[in-house]
């Protein structure tokens, strides 16, 4: 453990960018810029299904400074691989050593991801990246193939909340070049598409929940303005699956033609 004052610490905070607010000591903490991450983390710990971290493998995607790695690690994960296309030079260069961390992480790119590079898991967290992605079914069938059965998968992320029922009710995304939501922002699901696809890939939703925007400009061009003009209306939303090999929920036939190689067209 790295021994340190306590100016020495602000001296080591400060010297590092950082995006999660994690506690360092009893009143030091690592400056976020966003303020929703401690509502997701209540909501994972405190939804209708909740998630019991004992003993389990967790996967955290875009785990940046690590807050939900180190979460899982004080619930008693047993192992805690995180991975992120940016990965910080402050979880990895202070924070680990400074908490004698067993979290793991690694700068790689989601669609690198396989079984093979780290094995399966038992709980998956994908916070803040979905909507970033140009290829978003690529990506979330390689986070279902490294999800054991009966595993639970954790996304939030921005989501299309349009008032219109006939796309508020039906499976609907908009993969837009950009929102006002967010510079790289450009796949938005809505509820009902993110269940379909997810129930695709054997995952069923156990439990949902919504994060109220705050006011202001962004708020105007989100929930205003960006809807006149044909772009989603964005809010922050959070889902637990769980993966069912006996799901079926799509028949073999499709998931060859979908996968793999098929003889659908073959003669009898």
Known sequence: MLVLSRDEIIEKVNSYRWYHEIKVTDDIYTPSSTWRFSRIWKFIQEGLTGIDFKDKKVLDVGCRDGLFSFKAEEQGAKEIIGIDNNLSAGATE???PFFESKVKMY???LYDLTPETFGKFDIILFPGVLYHLRFPFWGLKKL???LHD???????????????????????LYCGQRSSHNRSGCTYFNKVAIENVLECFDCKPLDYDTLPPKFGRAWITNRIIEPLIGKPRVLRQWFIFQKDVNLNAVEQEVKDVWF?????YDPE
């Open 94 to 96: 202070f924070l680990m």
């Open 150 to 172: 009966k595993g639970l998968l954790f996304i939030e992320s921005g989501m299309n909340v349009d008032r219109n029922p006939k796309i508020r009710n039906h499976e609907f």
């Open 260 to 264: 793999s190689t098929h003889h659908r």
């Open 107 to 109: 700068e790689m790119n």
């Open 144 to 146: 279902t193939d490294c």
